[in-house]
């Protein structure tokens, strides 16, 4: 079975503009959580798609936003790019229902602000 | 809210050495507890998994146990190898909830 991919792998991008990430889960998997990885932050929760509905969010602000199509692909933008905002953006997928599932992880998109 | 807590690396040890990796959580109810490993400029890959009280996960020589009375996952390997050398996280997600929250990562080194 395919894993988790993500595209572009790396991205630079400058002050002020949007980008669109892309990942595509193992298939069978209706649910992808993006998570965003910073030396000085960790591993934070983005927000979550099951089923092309955000099913829960993290504190992120609204320059942050996602969605998921049909096949279950989904997609992140972020708008109004800040230096901050450099990091590696990971996504995961898994089943999403019932009680011990678990979420396997993409290479990751890292992308650089300047 | 949930959290955990990894021990502060970085780890260094030498190739055959017995590691221990501690971690704590807090979380209400019962957690489903992960080791997830992390190589140089990869993404996570998940290690192992316990997911009720006392359920041990275990996977490559790793292994760990969910100890629900002193909120711990502790990660065990009896011999080390220079290829464990990664960065590994400790992550729980919540009873009923989808997001997992992770510890701050423990870099490990193994040295021949």
């Known amino acids: 079975k395919a894993g988790v991919t993500q595209t572009p792998r790396y991205l630079i991008k400058t002050r002020g503009q949007q980008v669109t990430l892309s990942c595509s889960p193992i298939?069978?998997?209706?649910?992808v959580s993006w998570y965003q990885q910073t030396p000085g932050q960790g591993l934070q929760f983005l927000f979550e798609?099951?089923?092309?509905?955000?099913?829960n969010k993290g504190n992120f602000p609204g320059r942050f936003s996602g969605r998921q199509f049909s096949n279950s692909r989904s997609e992140m933008n972020v708008s109004t790019l800040e230096l901050g905002d450099s990091a590696l953006y990971l996504c995961?997928?898994?089943?999403?229902?019932?009680?011990?599932?678990?979420?396997?992880f993409g290479p990751g998109t890292r992308l650089t602000v300047t | 809210g949930d959290s955990v807590t990894q021990m502060e690396g970085p780890v260094t040890l030498s190739e055959e050495a017995f590691l221990t990796i501690n971690c704590t959580y807090t979380?209400?109810?019962?957690?489903?507890l992960f080791w997830y490993v992390q190589y140089p400029g990869e993404g996570l890959q998940l290690l192992l998994k316990?997911?009720?009280?006392?359920g041990k996960g275990s996977n490559k020589g790793f292994e760990a146990t969910y100890r629900k009375e002193t909120t711990s996952f502790h990660l065990e390997k009896g011999s080390v190898q220079v290829s464990d050398s990664a960065v590994y996280f400790c992550?729980?997600?919540?009873?009923?909830?989808?997001?997992?929250?992770f510890g701050q990562g423990t870099r490990l080194t193994i040295n021949p």
């Open positions: 298939s069978g998997h209706r649910s």
């Open positions: 979380a209400t109810g019962y957690p489903s």
């Open positions: 995961a997928s898994s089943l999403g229902t019932g009680e011990s599932y678990e979420q396997y």
């Open positions: 992550a729980l997600r919540g009873q009923g909830a989808q997001k997992l929250v």
């Open positions: 316990a997911t009720k009280a006392d």
């Open positions: 798609y099951f089923s092309e509905t955000q099913r």
